[in-house]
């Protein structure tokens, strides 16, 4: 199992951008893909990004405003994040999973997830 913590999260104007990070202690990030979820008030949680080694997957939502990268020697995995908009205000979770998965976008693939930070963005 690997704990995972968020931060990076906070109020921002449209237009506006972020950083979150998720850092892991307990184990090496390098053995897991891990992926960003994002969850708003009254709605389900929904993919955002994921990466395995290299190379990220996005939902169609954030494709071309959002990056994910990792850093394997400071445990750490990003999501850079460009042109915000008030409909990407929610709560976001980083999860990560030991296991290749047929589908990096469906939540319960995930083992071990974060707590979340809150990313609010203002029109």
């Known amino acids: 199992q690997v704990q995972l913590v968020e931060t990076g999260g906070g109020l921002v104007q449209a237009g506006g951008s972020l950083r979150l990070s998720c850092a892991a202690s307990?184990?090496?990030?390098?053995?897991?893909?891990m992926g960003w979820f994002r969850q708003a008030p009254g709605k389900e949680r929904e993919f955002v990004a994921a990466?395995?080694?290299?190379?990220?997957y996005y939902s169609d939502s954030v494709k071309g405003r959002f990056t994910i990268s990792r850093d394997n020697a400071k445990n750490t995995v990003y999501l850079q994040m460009r042109s915000l908009k008030p409909e990407d205000t929610a709560v976001y979770y980083c999860?990560?999973?030991?296991?290749?998965?047929?589908?990096?976008?469906?939540?319960?693939?995930?083992?071990?997830w974060g707590q979340g930070t809150q990313v609010t963005v203002s029109s």
């Open positions: 999860a990560a999973t030991l296991y290749p998965l047929p589908n990096y976008a469906l939540a319960p693939g995930y083992e071990d």
């Open positions: 990466i395995r080694w290299s190379g990220g």
């Open positions: 307990g184990r090496s990030l390098s053995d897991y893909a």
